[in-house]
């Protein structure tokens, strides 16, 4: 069974810093994808960007390009996504998320993964002005 647990979320000022961090168990690492989404209040969820953890290959979503970096560390089973120069309207709760079939998801240009097997909790993202 695949198992996310996000973290790192918190209050931030317009302009600075944060790290998310998701730790994935039950997962084969070097063969499927993670993604992070996002929901903010009154918004359906929306992808942010995913990455192929066997050959790294990431996407993002256009409102987050330049700003966000996806990686892995695979030794431990970790996805990050750091996140600079945030936003007010990048306040929302923030998902971890995996695919965990090989050749059964897709991560699109603009950083939506399709083919998700397993959700983590979410991370609760603040960025004030």
């Known amino acids: 069974e695949v198992q996310l647990q996000a973290s790192g979320g918190g209050l931030v000022q317009a302009g600075g810093s944060l790290r998310l961090s998701c730790a994935v168990s039950g997962f084969t690492f070097d063969a499927n994808a993670i993604g992070w989404f996002r929901q903010a209040p009154g918004k359906e969820r929306g992808g942010v960007s995913c990455?192929?953890?066997?050959?790294?290959?990431?996407a993002y979503a256009d409102s987050v390009k330049g700003r966000f970096t996806i990686s892995t560390n695979n030794a431990k089973n970790t996805v990050y996504l750091q996140m600079n120069n945030l936003k007010p309207g990048d306040t929302a709760v923030y998902y971890c998320a995996a695919a965990a079939r090989p050749r059964n998801w897709y991560c699109t240009g603009n950083g939506y993964l399709l083919g998700v097997d397993a959700w983590g909790q979410g991370t609760q993202v603040t960025v004030s002005s």
């Open positions: 990455i192929n953890t066997n050959d790294g290959s990431t």
